[in-house]
């Protein structure tokens, strides 16, 4: 095919201006939405930078098409082809709930050391919200996205495995547990915690964000949550010491102005931080937290804004980086030129941005922006919107292109 490798060297990527890049098109409205990224994502680079640069996209299978073509979820090829060409883009895919296969997302983070979650919060004006200033909602949430719950580490009440777990806690560690129960362990290690403060710190040192929040429940889990909240707190010690400063030391040291050009190191518990981000968002710029903690929040993050349908996320490694839309695959609305492309068209945002393209990703939400000025919306948005004008998926995207 045409189109070259994006190759690291001297631990940067090199970005070439026609880099292939290989895309999951995703489960239900996966194909809607998708072919509508494309084409906004398209025009943008070819506006941007004059038909000097392009993406080459290259297809490769998981979820539901992947298994009716190979009989496999996610084949090993398609897991070579995202390490191969270091960066990704996916739409939804669906995993049966209770049963059956494990999380294609979760797998895909794991088996190419994706660590870290990165999902920004932001405003568009006039989508409806719950909030009555939303527009003060401007986050950005790094979730550690290997670890926790979600490593997947778990036995099924009344099998022998978990009786064998079952009577280890209870006989040699003296715990206290219902001999029926389904047992799951929660892994968080320095090395997944510290990797993603830092991506954290990192971003919040390039972007001149004024602060980074350690979100733990800590006070209750307090060798892994805990231990989450120290690590981090060291992280920004020994790397950081020259651009960060703590709450503590802010308090005790300058009467609790944080002095010019440094980022404040804060934590917050997970529960207080709920009401946080309801009450005083304004305050918080960059979150760092475990991957459950992460989960809820940017979801919760997002409907303040308008709903998932505007969320982008990213899931990125040491290089390697999969940059996906964060909801689900709405089966009920797949094939009908419906479905909001928002969330995966703003991942491709973040995919410009991490190819270092700033001009054709501003170019995109300077367009989203203006089209939703425009109340020419998709279904989801139309619906809230007075004197709105429903388009379909794809008729959405072109809005969006002839307002770049």
């Known amino acids: 095919m045409s189109g070259t490798k994006i190759t690291i060297t001297n631990n940067k990527l090199n970005i070439p201006n026609n880099p292939i890049i290989p895309y999951i098109e995703g489960d239900g409205i996966g194909a809607d939405i998708t072919l509508a990224a494309k084409i ?34 996610l084949p090993e090829a398609t897991l070579n082809a995202l390490r191969e060409y270091v960066v990704g883009l996916k739409g939804p895919l669906t995993t049966p709930i ?24 932001r405003y ?62 929660k892994p968080i290690s320095p090395a997944g915690s510290k990797n993603l403060v830092r991506k954290a710190i990192q971003h919040a040192i ?6 980074v929040t350690i979100v733990h429940k800590g006070n209750i889990m307090k060798f892994t949550e805990g231990a989450f909240k ?4 060291e992280l920004a010690r020994e790397e950081f010491s020259k651009e960060t400063i703590t709450e503590d ?36 710029s960059v979150l760092a937290t475990p991957n ?28 390697l980086a999969v940059f996906e839309a964060t909801h689900g695959s709405a089966p009920k609305y797949a094939n009908k030129n419906m479905a909001n492309p928002g969330s995966l068209i703003l991942s491709g945002v973040m995919m410009l941005e991490y190819l270092g393209w700033q001009e054709a990703a501003d170019s995109i ?31 959405f995207a072109v809005a969006i292109t002839e307002n770049i």
């Open 40 to 73: 906004v994502l398209d025009e943008a680079v070819k506006k941007a930078y004059k038909g000097e640069k392009k993406i080459e996209w290259l297809e490769v299978l998981a979820g539901e098409k992947a298994y009716a073509q190979s009989g496999e979820w």
């Open 292 to 319: 459950l903690n992460g989960d809820y929040l940017s979801d919760a993050s997002a409907a303040q804004v308008g709903g998932l349908g505007l969320a982008p996320g990213a899931n990125i490694g040491d290089y």
């Open 365 to 395: 939400v300077k367009a989203l922006e203006k089209t939703i000025g425009q109340k020419t919306v998709t279904y989801d948005l139309a619906r809230q919107m007075d004197g709105a004008v429903k388009l379909g998926t794809k008729e």
């Open 124 to 185: 568009f004006k006039g989508v409806s919200s719950p909030l009555k200033e939303p527009e003060k909602t401007n986050l950005i949430i790094f979730r550690e996205n290997t670890e926790d719950v979600y490593a997947g580490i778990e036995w099924a009440s009344g099998t022998s495995e978990v009786k064998q777990v079952t009577d280890f806690l209870v006989n040699t560690m003296g715990a206290k547990i219902p001999k029926d129960s389904g047992i799951g362990i």
């Open 230 to 233: 120290e690590w981090g707190y």
């Open 98 to 121: 209770g049963g059956g296969i494990r999380s294609l997302n979760v797998t895909i983070r794991q088996k190419l050391d994706l660590y870290a979650c990165v999902r920004p919060v």
């Open 249 to 284: 030391e802010v308090n005790t040291k300058y009467d609790g102005k944080v002095p010019a050009g440094k980022i404040l190191i804060n934590d917050r518990i997970a529960d207080s931080m709920f009401q946080q981000i309801l009450l005083r968002p304004e305050q918080y």
């Open 206 to 211: 390039a972007q001149k964000k004024p602060s």
